[in-house]
């Protein structure tokens, strides 16, 4: 498994006080010397972390890939057009969320999905879908002819006992080999850390981690080189 980090929590604390640091740019940079396999930011229609120039300065920078996380809105969507990043992964968005909640429902919003993968995958992106471990969102995501989803490990990371937590390991098992038989690839993420990410190796075919809070948390401490070197040891 390789590890994506999200730097988005750099991002946070450079806009609550307007200032032009700490720069995700140079996170980014740090992120991938010590061995992260790609750069995942979040542009918001509400621009609440990442801007617009982050993603202009990653896409010129980054060695890796640029994993760019965007709604399904016309707004990103031109934009994710004309930045080309290397990967984009569709996410549900709500403004006043603190955090992506939930995943996506392809199937419920199916032709605007499918419509957004077919224009980013014809424009060179390849394109995640962001869902929960569900069978209908995985037939939905597979008919969309997106390369990738990822796997909302929220309810994991959230479960509160260890029979909560060994039940959706399972659903994520179950999903993970269903979407495999469908033709996706599959990644997982969200709520990850370093004490909870080592059950995911009990889950087939998964090919990147996308962690961002408690990488960004633990460099607060033991500074970003080390604490992705943390993560990657572990994951790997
Ligand atoms: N993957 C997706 C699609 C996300 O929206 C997020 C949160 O921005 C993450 C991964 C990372 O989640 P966390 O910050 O909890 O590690």
């Not at 307007?18 to 991938?32: L, M, Q």
Request: charged share 20%; hydrophobic share 50%.
């Amino acid at each position: 498994m390789l590890l994506g980090v999200n730097i988005d929590h750099v991002a946070t604390l450079r806009q609550v006080r307007g200032t032009s640091y700490p720069d995700p740019v140079a996170a980014a940079a740090i992120a991938e010397m010590a061995g992260a396999s790609g750069i995942t930011a979040h542009l918001r229609e509400d621009r609440r972390h990442i801007q617009d120039r982050d993603i202009e300065l990653l896409m010129q920078t980054v060695k890796t890939k640029v994993n760019l996380e965007m709604a399904v809105a016309e707004s990103v969507l031109d934009r994710a057009l004309a930045l080309k990043p290397h990967c984009a992964c569709l996410v549900p968005e709500r403004r006043e969320e603190l955090t992506t909640e939930g995943g996506l429902d392809v199937r419920g919003s199916f032709k605007r999905v499918r419509n957004a993968v077919t224009a980013l995958q014809g424009n060179g992106t390849v394109v995640s879908l962001f869902i929960e471990p569900d069978a209908a969102q995985i037939a939905a995501a597979a008919k969309t002819g997106a390369a990738f989803i990822e796997l909302h490990t929220g309810s994991f990371a959230n479960a509160a006992t260890e029979a909560d937590r060994a039940r959706e390991l399972a659903r994520l098992v179950k999903a993970a080999v269903a979407a495999r038989k469908a033709g996706l690839r599959v990644n997982a993420g969200h709520g990850l850390h370093y004490h909870n990410v080592a059950l995911l190796h009990r889950v087939p075919h998964l090919e990147e981690l996308n962690i961002g809070h408690a990488i960004i948390a633990r460099a607060v401490f033991a500074g970003l080189d080390q604490a992705v070197r943390d993560m990657v040891a572990l994951i790997q």
